[in-house]
């Protein structure tokens, strides 16, 4: 399971096990990782592990191209919502699995980053489990719906700090800020208040999520936060026009400590449609 020899009761062993355990238990509920204040808790100067692929339980049939995202109207019928949430349940997914892969590619970063990679990681696997019980109360078990790993297309490719934060945090969390309250406000529409505020709970972590990527990126990148900086940051062929939602989320992207310039220039992107991961 684990790739090298990572000493056992660390937190790199934690980050790697979650990464490329298929047992559900593991993957989706893991025990505390190690005490991440205590130096005996981290591998004495590690060597950069980049994994290339997520372990996947046999419940979740992985296809090349998921299906798309149901129209706001069809989110009236139970199971379509219950669809949705599956869908972005793997994105929480892929997303805390990413963070622990991070804490293994980047090991000189400091330490206070990795930390919060860690406590990051575990916030969007509490995420997945309320996307998935919710589904269940509407009527459909978790692997019900097919999975893309699309986040792990793109961001396993990053060659920095920086571009992780770039793209992860700033990117596909940033985007989340949209999509989460776009669809809380069409399941509140359809009647499921307890659907709307998953998502609204979802969507204020992600605040924090996004302003932790604002402030390491401008650590990485040496610089305050900067739209070009940020946009050249982003691996290729991926542009700030995918990620996002219209409308922005402006008032989420404030808070998460986005200055007025930089929401102007994300906002004059091209409109992204109704694109779908």
Not at 82 to 87: I, V
Not at 148 to 156: I, L, Q, T
């Amino acid at each position: 399971m684990v790739p090298r020899a990572i000493p056992p009761e660390t937190v790199e062993r934690w980050c790697a096990r979650l990464v490329r355990t298929t047992d559900p238990e593991a993957k989706f509920a893991p025990e505390s990782p190690p005490p991440l204040a205590l130096d005996a808790s981290w591998e004495r100067a590690p060597a950069p592990l980049r994994l290339d692929a997520p372990g996947r339980p046999a419940h979740l049939e992985v296809v090349a191209r998921a299906p798309g995202a149901p129209r706001p109207e069809a989110l009236r019928e139970p199971r379509a919502r219950a669809r949705l949430l599956l869908t972005f349940a793997h994105h929480e997914l892929q997303a805390a699995e990413l963070f622990a892969w991070a804490v293994l590619a980047f090991p000189d970063t400091p330490r206070e980053f990795r930390s919060g990679l860690v406590r990051l990681a575990l916030e969007e696997l509490a995420h997945r489990r309320a996307y998935v019980a919710h589904a269940a109360r509407l009527g459909l078990a978790d692997g019900a719906v097919p999975v893309r790993d699309w986040f792990w297309e793109r961001v396993a490719a990053c060659a920095d700090p920086a571009a992780f934060t770039a793209l992860q945090g700033l990117g596909l969390e940033g985007a989340n800020l949209e999509h989460a309250a776009r669809y809380a406000r069409a399941f509140r529409a359809a009647g499921d208040e307890p659907g709307a505020r998953v998502l609204e709970a979802v969507e204020a972590d992600e605040v924090l999520h996004v302003a932790f990527a604002a402030r390491w990126f401008a650590f990485f990148s040496g610089a305050p936060l900067d739209y070009d900086r940020w946009r050249a940051a982003l691996p290729a062929p991926l542009t700030p026009a995918l990620l996002q939602g219209r409308p922005l989320n402006v008032a989420a992207r404030r808070r998460a400590g986005l200055d007025e310039a930089f929401l102007a220039r994300l906002a004059a992107e091209p409109d992204p449609g109704a694109r779908g991961r």
